[in-house]
């Protein structure tokens, strides 16, 4: 079985017009076995702040993604806690040398008719 890691950069908030304000966004964290034939288990997906600091881990027992099956994380917009350099480190497992877990962000925030949205790709450490 290879294990491996991935890094995915989110944003619970960005900057608007000035650094003094800020927008807080919706973010929704994709986990997706890309596999056509083998499942994928996904060990801890690590949330931290913009200082590097742990806010939260997911998942208490490894989880076991079927071929195509995808998982997702959501951060309300109104937990501010990881800031405007959140992120994620995720540790996986495959077997067969199949292909490698992937990791996105969609983030989000909409206010009157004015709408923010887009996304982040992760990488693998």
Known sequence: MAKGQSYLSVYSEIYSITEHRTINLTVTVSLRNVSTL??????????????GDLIRTYFDEP????????????????????????????DWALSNNDHE??????????????GISFTTQGIKL
């Open 101 to 114: 877990p992937f990791f996105e962000a969609v983030m989000i925030s909409t206010s009157g008719q004015q």
């Open 38 to 51: 083998h499942n994928i288990y996904l060990f801890k997906a690590n949330y931290y702040n913009t200082k």
């Open 63 to 90: 989880i076991s993604l079927k071929p195509l099956e995808t998982i997702e994380i959501v951060i309300d917009e109104k937990d501010d806690h990881g800031g405007s350099g959140a992120n994620f480190v995720f």
